[in-house]
């Protein structure tokens, strides 16, 4: 009887330190897994393993999931399942193929975040109490891809003119695309569009949001409507850390003209400074408060440029270009055709440097625009290379200086395939037969150079995206016009 007991004493001791030790594992467990998952109503969390992609958002947000088909082309993918937490709400998809997916997270009056998919790791971005929707951020490092300085652009599928010409009823498909593109690589491409916004003055058509980047214009009325656009700015997952991408370039806000009715027409031909004019690709580059056009129309009515008539010599017009977005209408024949013409002040910096045997001359040019960007499948600025048959220039400046009967050339120091923040150096041997009344006069070119197709091929992106260009040409084009430069010596 007594073995009894004494068995019964042990066997209970037994089930005490195993209760004991059960309940220490799970506690244990439950910190850590507390302290690995601490979800809050003010950010967002993502869980990345093997087979899962779990996103734990605040109730007053929304989550779309997309696997990009081909270059432009999205397909939406469902969550596995959705469960509501207190004040949550959890998603969970697929994670087994997380090739080409990109999530995106958006709450009213915050900076969307967004990003691509991984194989696991654990990731946690708070909101702000107050978040600039149009944040501007100088980084301490780079952002991912080398697009550290890019001047934060866009791209439209409107026109050359900025100008989209409509009847009642007609529709159109405005589709916008920003310059850089936000991609995971250089090679994988998969992009990432921020959030545009769009201020219409006029009532002759209606707007209606399609997603982030594309925007139903439906013309219900005769007149014009002019648009002002800029985007966001997006925080990105990229591998390990998240990145702010800066919103829209203020100076340079697209400003896009939708004309209803037969009193308006695209086909009033026009040139600038004696060329064809983009005015999607083109500016106009001066040093003062503005700058000095020559528009030539032949058998134009009138033009006007920002709300001035302007008077004309034998169909030559003389315009005044200030810095940001100018308006141009051109009448003839009863019909108007209204043109933006972007201006943008340069600052060109000049030093002499006596010291050499030959006087250099340095000229630091500040202020252009990389207008030509990375454009999946379709535009693929060069770099610099000189070796084997590919020999390619990069983009970069060129000055041309008039030498008694001859143009000498010189190119500038080129700097990167993306970085023109600070632009390009030229250096020159200085020479006397330069100097014109104690003056040095120099043109300047901004030539791009590329690999793909035409400028202007982004425009006719269709729905069902594009591929990889397998046979791309080298292409290269001067964009911009400069007045002439004049440096005091």
């Not at 949550?88 to 990003?115: H, M, S």
């Not at 439209?156 to 991609?183: A, C, P, S, W």
């Not at 990432?192 to 006029?202: H, Q, S, T, V, W």
């Not at 120099?442 to 594009?466: M, P, Y």
Request: hydrophobic content about 35%; overall charge neutral.
């Amino acid at each position: 009887m007594k073995k009894t007991i004494k068995n019964r004493d042990v066997y209970i001791k037994t089930m005490v330190l195993l209760v004991v030790v059960s309940l220490l594992a799970t506690a244990m467990i439950c910190l850590v897994s507390c302290k690995k998952y601490v979800y809050d109503s003010n950010s967002v969390t993502i869980q990345f393993d093997k087979k899962q992609a779990v996103f734990t958002i605040p109730n007053n947000c929304t989550i779309r999931v997309e696997k990009q088909k081909k270059y432009y082309n999205f397909e939406e993918i469902l969550p596995l399942k959705v469960k509501e937490m207190d004040g949550l709400v959890q998603y969970v998809f697929d994670n087994k193929e997380n090739k080409d997916k990109i999530f995106r997270v958006e709450r009213d009056g915050y900076i969307t975040k967004a990003g691509y998919f991984a194989n696991g790791g654990n990731y946690k971005i708070a909101y702000d109490n107050q978040q600039n929707l149009y944040e501007r951020k100088e980084y301490a490092g780079n952002l991912p891809n080398g697009l550290l300085g890019i001047e934060d652009l866009m791209l439209t599928n409107v026109g050359e003119d900025y100008f989209k010409h409509l009847q009642i009823g007609e529709e159109f498909d405005l589709k916008l695309f920003r310059n850089n593109m936000i991609i995971n690589n250089t090679s994988g491409n998969l992009e990432i569009e921020p959030n545009f916004d769009i201020n219409a003055d006029g009532d002759s058509i209606k707007l209606e949001r399609v997603k982030e980047n594309v925007f139903k214009v439906v013309a219900i009325k005769n007149g014009i409507t002019t648009i002002k656009i800029k985007y966001q700015a997006i925080d990105v997952l990229h591998k390990d850390g998240w990145f702010c991408y800066n919103a829209s370039n203020q100076k340079r806000d697209v400003v896009l003209t939708f004309a209803v009715g037969d009193s308006y027409t695209k086909d009033i031909a026009f040139t600038i400074n004696g060329k064809d004019f983009d005015s999607e690709f083109d500016t106009c580059y001066f040093e003062k408060d503005y700058g000095n056009l020559l528009l030539q129309s032949v058998g134009a009515d009138n033009v006007i440029c920002n709300g001035v008539q302007v008077t004309s010599t034998n169909d030559n017009y003389s315009l005044k270009i200030q810095e940001g977005a100018n308006t141009v209408a051109i009448d003839k024949g009863g019909k108007r055709k209204i043109v933006t013409i972007y201006g943008a002040k340069i600052q060109v910096v000049a030093e002499k440097d006596e010291l050499s045997e030959i006087d250099k001359l340095k000229i630091n040019v500040y202020g252009l625009y990389n207008i030509l960007p990375k454009m999946s499948g379709i535009y693929n600025p060069t770099q610099k290379y000189d070796s084997g048959d590919s020999h390619t220039n990069g983009s970069l400046l060129l000055a041309s200086i008039k030498n008694a009967d001859t143009v000498e050339v010189v190119k500038a120091k080129y700097v990167s395939q993306y970085y023109y923040v600070k632009n390009s150096e030229i250096l020159f041997d200085l020479k006397t037969e330069h100097l014109q009344n104690k003056e040095f006069e120099l043109d300047i070119d901004f030539v791009v150079e590329w690999w793909g197709s035409k400028l202007g091929t982004h425009r006719s992106i269709s729905d069902n995206g594009i591929s990889t260009n397998l046979d791309a040409k080298l292409n290269s084009k001067s964009l911009g016009i400069f007045e002439k430069i004049k440096i005091s010596l």
